[in-house]
């Protein structure tokens, strides 16, 4: 049996649209994502179910949730969520496990025709011997009972699709919760659901994911999360619905990530170009040399500490020549650019991200293919010119 908590008489949501409800109580309207939260009903010899408790604890929630001060670098796009979230408890048993994949898999049932897919789905479950909150990573093409589930079912060493990978992992930018969560011992990362009902409900959901090609409103793949909640024993109900509801609002959230590049400049006003080495993320392109902003690091030290880790040089940057943005489905990158000068004499390259430097004149800029996102950057420092920068 699975139960819908939700009485879904008020606003409707259309796919590709937010959902807009009224707050009890309240003259207003929160225009947020539509969240699918699930619960698993109690089983073996558990008169309850944590997952239950907190999923009904959720339901109908609908407001923003602040995501308080960022953590680094490496965070969400914004500091705020906005979510509806609808409940559904889900029997212990095959007929449960599916009931999400098949309601995502619909063309003409109910659901999508009421209210769309939503903006993510977070399935919750117990894990009786945990001490925290367990982000699950992946799930594996594989059941092995140690009891039987609340039909009686009690499968051993069996496939849940006979054509599908052995393992899915997460949709969800569950690298983004994780770090956003860092430093809170109560949330965990795990590579391992189990082979019950838990493992074969997230297997299900992330295989109509990939086989119907979902996707969100950034157009990246349906985030999907397991996350498995200790007993109340180790965290009690109230500070775990909170972790939840933090661990929600991230998932329909994009990764932001803080970038830094240098525009190296000689005596001659030529500045360095680098091509990527072939076996680099968009290998073959030419950029700025630069990276990822890390924990605890200024931009100048970021980018000091890139020059050196790619070239062995030591850099000076000098100033900002101009900041922006740049998004994919899957992440947003915040660009920083300074002008550097060498410290000192540069020694030969020992290039480790790259197969090739140049230093360019300003009329060869363009002569070069330069990463994407960087075209139009470069051509306003032609504009410019390399001795205005």
Request: charged content about 30%; hydrophobic content about 35%; glycine content about 8%.
């Given at each position: ?309 790619e070239f062995g040089w030591r850099v000076k940057p000098l100033r900002i020549c101009e900041e922006y943005s740049h998004t994919w489905p899957e992440m947003a990158v915040q660009l920083t650019f300074f002008l550097c000068e060498a ?35 470069v051509e306003r420092i032609q504009e410019k010119g390399v001795a205005n920068l």
């Open positions: 049996m699975i139960t819908d908590v939700t009485e879904r008489g008020g606003a409707e949501c259309v796919r590709g649209e937010f959902c807009e409800q009224r707050v009890e109580g309240s003259e207003r309207f929160v225009v947020g994502s539509e969240v699918w939260l699930t619960g698993f009903e109690p089983f073996g010899e558990h008169e309850v179910n944590i997952s239950q408790q907190v999923a009904e604890a959720l339901d109908g929630f609908s407001d923003v949730i602040g995501l308080g001060e960022s953590p680094g670098p490496y965070r969400a796009e914004t500091r705020e969520s906005t979510l509806v979230l609808h409940t559904t408890i889900l029997s212990v048993d095959e007929e449960g496990s599916n009931a999400i994949a098949s309601r995502l898999e619909s063309e003409n049932g109910d659901v999508a025709e009421k209210s769309g897919l939503p903006e993510a789905v977070v399935h919750l479950g117990l894990a009786e011997n945990a001490e925290w909150i367990r982000i699950e990573e992946c799930a594996v093409n594989r059941l092995d009972f140690r009891i039987a589930d609340n039909s009686g079912r009690q499968v051993s060493d069996a496939q849940i699709h006979q054509i599908a990978p052995a393992r899915l992992h997460t949709t969800s930018p569950h690298n983004l919760i994780l770090a956003e969560c860092a430093g809170d011992d109560r949330i965990r990362r795990s590579d391992d659901a189990g082979e019950f009902v838990c493992n074969e409900t997230y297997f299900r959901t992330l295989h109509a994911v990939e086989t119907k090609g979902l996707k969100d409103n950034f157009s990246r793949a349906l985030p999907v999360l397991f996350v498995h909640l200790p007993p109340t024993s180790a965290i009690p109900l109230d500070e775990q619905v909170e972790l939840v509801r933090r661990i929600i609002a991230l998932s329909v959230q994009r990764p932001s990530m803080e970038v830094v590049g240098g525009l190296l400049r000689n005596d001659e006003n030529h500045l360095l170009a680098a091509r990527r080495s072939p076996e680099e993320y968009m290998g073959g392109y030419w950029e700025f040399p630069g990276g990822k902003v890390e924990p605890g690091e200024s931009k100048a030290e970021a980018l000091e500490r890139e020059y050196f880790e410290d000192g004499e540069l020694p030969p390259a020992v290039m480790t991200s790259h197969d090739e430097c140049r230093w360019l004149q300003e009329s060869e800029l363009m002569g070069i293919e330069w990463l994407p996102p960087d075209v139009e950057f």
